[in-house]
């Protein structure tokens, strides 16, 4: 009997299509987004705010359009890198999981693909991130940081608190990415490849859309006391007693005060970002990809 021959590596072409897309469809989603996510920066850091419509409205009084959009550089430049390993990294890493000879993979290969991919990306990526997420809580009256831009930020950064300091929270952010990362993509291309195996729908625009929300909202119900607890340790301030010693710390303080509803503060402000944000990601994304392999 001839020996079994390995599975087909796929095409670096595709990886690269793949990069590239990923890459490229999250930043231009940021966009259109980003003063969702500036609301509920403001609603996870500062305990008197408002609903969603509230808090929008007095960023708006307050500061303008420019407010509603800040950090808005640092934003897109964090989905352009973060979602290049975050969304890039799946399939490479799903592939060296499962052999596609032998079917569509199972739920468990995905959620450890996908769980690695973002764990991955934070790790990369936390310097931009906490800059990012620092400038949008700016004027909050909470955050004490004053950073012009993406270069004045990480100049700031790295003057005041040296390298160990561009990773603070890098634990959280990393477990926070990863339970983001993995029942999103999980649900995403699970949906994708459902609908389609059963000619529920094709595999166009709506589709893209329908599985987009789907898999937002299955990342933002297990991520979302993660990122809560992440940006609290992002915002404190570096010259002053510190308000949280650890995650652990901040997750024990945000009980006692709040209760477990406190972790789930800011959500629909968080799924009103990430559920478009995604829709409009995925779109460009499988659009961005079949034009690249054409």
């Known amino acids: 009997m001839p020996a079994a021959s390995a599975p087909a590596p796929a095409p670096r072409s595709s990886y690269a299509t793949g990069f590239i897309a990923a890459s490229a469809a999250p930043a231009l989603s940021a966009l259109f987004t980003n003063p969702i996510e500036v609301v509920k920066i403001r609603q996870q850091v500062d305990p008197r705010a408002g609903g969603l419509l509230s808090t929008l409205q007095r960023i708006y009084v307050g500061h303008g359009l420019a407010g509603l959009q800040s950090g808005l550089?640092?934003?897109?430049?964090?989905?352009?890198?973060?979602?290049?390993?975050?969304?890039?990294?799946?399939?490479?890493?799903?592939?060296?999981?499962?052999?596609?000879?032998?079917?569509?993979a199972p739920?468990?290969?995905?959620?450890?693909?996908?769980?690695?991919?973002?764990?991955?990306?934070?790790l990369v990526c936390n310097p931009i991130e906490l800059v990012k997420t620092r400038q949008q809580a700016q004027g909050s009256g909470v955050s004490s940081f004053k950073y012009k831009g993406p270069i004045d930020g990480m100049?700031?950064?790295?003057?005041?608190?040296?390298?160990?300091?561009?990773?603070?929270?890098?634990?959280?952010?990393?477990?926070?990415?990863?339970?983001?990362?993995?029942?999103?993509?999980?649900?995403?291309?699970?949906?994708?490849?459902?609908?389609?195996?059963?000619?529920?729908?094709?595999?166009?625009?709506?589709?893209?859309?329908?599985?987009?929300?789907?898999?937002?909202?299955?990342?933002?119900?297990?991520?979302?006391?993660?990122?809560?607890?992440?940006?609290r340790l992002?915002?404190?301030p570096i010259n002053e007693p510190p308000l949280y010693t650890s995650a652990v710390d901040c997750a024990r303080k945000v009980l006692a005060s709040d209760g477990v509803l406190g972790f789930y503060r800011g959500f629909w402000s968080h799924y009103m970002r990430v559920g478009p944000h995604y829709v409009i990601t995925f779109v460009f994304l499988e659009k961005i990809k079949k034009l690249l392999q054409r």
């Open 107 to 122: 739920i468990y290969k995905r959620m450890a693909a996908g769980m690695t991919s973002g764990a991955t990306a934070a």
């Open 155 to 231: 100049r700031q950064l790295h003057a005041a608190e040296g390298v160990a300091g561009m990773w603070r929270g890098t634990p959280v952010s990393m477990v926070r990415s990863a339970m983001v990362t993995g029942p999103h993509l999980t649900t995403y291309t699970g949906v994708k490849e459902t609908f389609v195996a059963n000619g529920w729908m094709g595999d166009a625009t709506p589709l893209h859309i329908v599985a987009s929300l789907c898999g937002g909202l299955a990342g933002i119900c297990c991520n979302h006391p993660l990122d809560l607890v992440r940006n």
């Open 234 to 236: 992002y915002n404190q």
């Open 73 to 104: 550089q640092m934003s897109v430049m964090r989905e352009a890198s973060k979602s290049f390993f975050r969304i890039g990294l799946f399939e490479p890493i799903l592939n060296t999981f499962h052999d596609k000879n032998e079917g569509p």
